[in-house]
């Protein structure tokens, strides 16, 4: 019990301790910090939890007033709220846990009845507390129950209610819905007996618990409702049943009926329909996930003054640890679907921050068209990492038996991490392996969101079929107004799992014909496994591949994603440069008078559309008779082609509105464009082909002009002479537009290209 009273005092300090990993033969130590720790154990055992036989119990000695048993036979996350919320309510020195260690034995009690081992841990306790008469005792359960208030108020509230026994109370009569009528009949609060929470003197107590026999599996709700409902008993012990939740707060059925409240830096649960502040709340029934939501902001986890006071608690560090000594860590790649922009997630992935030589590589690629992508990453990393092991398409693994090796395949390795990470997760923080650990969570993930949007990588809350369901907080958490590290139901995309968990536990992404992501979570929910998201740091963000399959049959797919992956578009498309020059103070540079030239596609932009347009491979012969004009004919016609020809008009005219129209506000004041553009077309100049263009006014309020190769490398000559103005551009930079007004003022010229290929695209916009 040492070890875990020591583990106690570090978690409630809000102290970060040193990373040690037991798994490996050269574990990180630190002296100094087991030295001081051990001075703590010294120092407070006297007021702590003492484990001694089958139970646990005060070291005080001498009458007590007040004692508060709970069952647990695993330090569960749950039990680690409870105790948590215990000693920031100091009744730590009350608690007493019964079956600590041992073999739970009383069914299983989230699918069937059964219980019935807490009662017989609770009549053995209760055995040396029998015939003091002053004593207050209180039962609780643990892995599902939060406290709100500390001893003085909750033995102050039970005097209140003139009773020998105080039971907590809830809507739904179980098991035995028969009994409905022997209950007596209520005018207010919820009529049925609930056996997670009561509190009564010592005698009373011990004549419930020893009034029969029950098995192990016995229902131990049944048990007492029996005894309730004995109208002799009742009356002789005088029990009552807190219908109004002034102690308790049991949550199934009633979620609506509470809310959280804040005062200050304290946090506490309103029962709106009876006006009380309950000091014990139960995740009963159905409601667990509920209370993992409130649980997240009770006992003072999170306030609005204060913030994510709990995110400081049970910390660990990297920073000291010598990079030999870090944690192995499997990292699982899974390729399931098509997905755009794979060259960046592979970036991402070869860019954190986490020596290569800890981490072990698992890739499934279950997309053939990834092949190519999948083979680059391999053979630019391979030799980095500690090991790599492939799956790929011809394996004709599914997602649920992919991820189920994943897990084997860790377990395998005995690594102490396990880190999943979906291709439509960009993780652009380097750092994001070493801060999930140092979180010291047994199931992590960063939070990530599709940019602009609310879909994200996390659920708040869950529906009674078990899907999809927001919570009240969710918007908060997505759009950064609430940050902290937070208890959730459902996570996906990215996530840290440690592989002690796996080994104990052994989740499957198997379960019935739920999902591979939805299988995974409920296992761990139903083993009590918490799984939290941290939003309090920037990782990155999630893609949306839904249409992208819709484009594959085009060379650069990724060009085709601006209306379902802009953030990602933009970063790959557009020019570095371009919103410095938008900047207020920015000077746009004017080669010729009423000519701008500013910087606006990227090189992969630029060699996108070049390359686009040669795998189209259909361009206009370059005479005057062209069909894809309304009345077939072209007055000034070059060799092109359209954009509506690559199926690319809607995304270009989205393009002309939101990058080019902001510049021509700039240059062009007063003028607000409709980015109206019905001529779009990328023209190829070549020596043998079209070398020039003739003289024109073009068809156009204004018009764009931009290179899309470069001269003196891909081809030499060219360039745009305005007559009018007496004054030529050429060799302008690759991804860099030309801006000018089109009819009447700037009657303008192509100048001959001499050798090689000049490839530029040009809009007519506002005709």
Request: proline share 4%; hydrophobic share 35%; net charge negative.
């Amino acid at each position: 019990m040492k070890d875990a009273l020591c583990g106690l005092i570090i978690s409630l300090s809000g102290r970060r301790k040193p990373f040690t990993h037991s798994q490996s033969s050269r574990a990180f130590k630190m002296a100094n910090t087991m030295v001081l720790v051990k001075c703590l154990c010294a120092t407070v055992a006297i007021s702590v939890i003492l484990v001694v036989g089958q139970s646990t119990v005060s070291a005080a000695e001498g009458k007590q007033e007040f004692v508060a048993l709970t069952v647990a036979t695993d330090e569960t996350e749950g039990y680690k709220r409870f105790m948590r919320s215990a000693a920031k309510y100091d009744l730590a020195d009350h608690i007493e846990v019964l079956g600590m260690g041992e073999e739970w034995k009383g069914g299983d009690m989230l699918r069937f009845t059964g219980g019935g081992q807490k009662i017989k841990l609770l009549r053995d306790a209760m055995e040396k507390y029998k015939d003091k008469d002053d004593l207050i005792v209180m039962f609780t359960d643990s892995y599902d129950v939060v406290f709100t208030a500390g001893a003085d108020e909750i033995l102050k509230r039970f005097k209140e209610m003139d009773a020998k026994v105080v039971f907590s109370s809830e809507v739904y009569l179980w098991p035995d819905a028969s009994l409905q009528d022997q209950y007596p009949k209520v005018q207010q609060g919820m009529p049925y007996l609930n056996s997670g929470m009561f509190i009564g003197y010592a005698p009373q107590i011990w004549k419930i618990v020893s009034n029969s026999q029950i098995g192990n599996r016995g229902d131990d709700q049944l048990y007492y409702t029996k005894i309730f409902l004995d109208p002799q008993l009742r009356v002789e012990l005088n029990i009552k049943l807190d219908n109004l939740a002034v102690i308790f707060q049991n949550l199934n059925g009633v979620t609506d009926n509470v809310k959280l409240m804040f005062e200050g830096k304290n946090s506490m649960l309103h029962n709106k329909k009876y006006k009380t502040v309950p000091a014990v709340v139960h995740g009963n029934g159905a409601s667990k996930v509920f209370l993992d939501h409130l649980g997240n902001y009770l006992a003072n986890s999170w306030t609005p003054d204060s913030g994510c006071l709990s995110c400081q608690e049970d910390l660990i560090s990297l920073k000291d640890i010598k990079e030999e000594d870090y944690p192995n860590v499997m990292v699982g790649l899974f390729l399931e679907e098509p997905t755009p922009f794979i060259s960046e997630f592979f970036e991402h992935i070869a860019e954190l921050n986490y020596p290569k030589k800890k981490i072990d590589l698992f890739i499934h690629n279950a997309v053939a068209y990834h092949e190519e992508s999948v083979e680059e990453f391999l053979n630019s990393y391979t030799d980095q990492y500690h090991s790599v092991r492939e799956l790929p398409p011809s394996y004709g693994l599914g997602d649920h038996e992919a991820r189920n090796r994943a897990l084997n395949y860790c377990l395998q390795l005995k690594t102490q991490y396990f880190f999943s990470v979906d291709s439509v997760t960009m993780l652009t923080n380097q750092d994001i392996v070493q801060l999930l650990i140092e979180q010291n969570k047994n199931v992590i993930a960063p939070f990530l969101n599709r940019p602009y949007k609310m879909w994200s990588n996390f659920w708040g809350a869950l529906s009674n079929d078990g899907f999809y369901a927001r919570s009240e907080d969710y918007s908060d958490i997505v759009k950064g107004n609430k940050r902290g590290v937070w208890n959730v139901p459902f996570i996906n995309g990215a996530y840290l799992v440690k592989s002690e968990v796996i080994e104990k536990y052994r989740p499957s992404y198997l379960y019935s014909d739920l999902d591979s992501d939805m299988a995974f979570c409920r296992h761990l929910r139903e083993q009590g496994i918490f799984m939290y998201v941290i939003n309090s740091i920037y990782f990155g963000h999630l893609l949306d591949n839904e249409n992208f399959q819709a484009y594959l049959n085009r060379k650069h797919p990724d060009m085709y994603q601006m209306f379902d992956n802009r953030y990602d578009w933009d970063l790959k498309y557009i020019h570095a440069d371009y919103r410095k020059v938008l900047e207020p103070d920015a000077n746009v540079t004017m080669p010729c008078p009423d000519v701008y030239k500013f910087p606006l596609m990227s090189d992969t932009f630029t060699q996108h559309l070049i390359e686009e347009a040669e795998h189209y491979g259909k361009w206009s012969d370059g005479t005057n008779t062209d069909s894809r004009l309304q009345g077939g004919y072209e007055n000034v016609p070059t060799r092109d082609i359209h954009m509506n020809q690559l199926e690319f008009e809607q995304h270009w005219l989205t393009f002309l509105r939101d990058y080019v129209c902001p510049m021509q506000e700039k240059v062009f004041p007063g003028y607000y464009s409709r980015a109206n553009a019905i001529m779009n077309f990328i023209v190829r100049y070549r020596p043998d082909e079209q070398p020039f263009l003739r003289p024109h006014h073009d068809s156009s309020t204004f018009t764009i002009n931009v290179a899309l190769n470069r001269r003196g490398i891909d081809y030499e000559g060219g360039g745009a002479n305005f007559l009018r103005q007496n004054c030529s551009v050429v060799g302008l930079e690759r991804g860099f537009s030309l801006l000018h007004p089109g009819r009447l003022t700037h009657f303008h010229e192509g100048l001959p290209t001499t050798s090689g290929t000049r490839y530029i695209m040009v809009s007519f916009i506002d005709p």
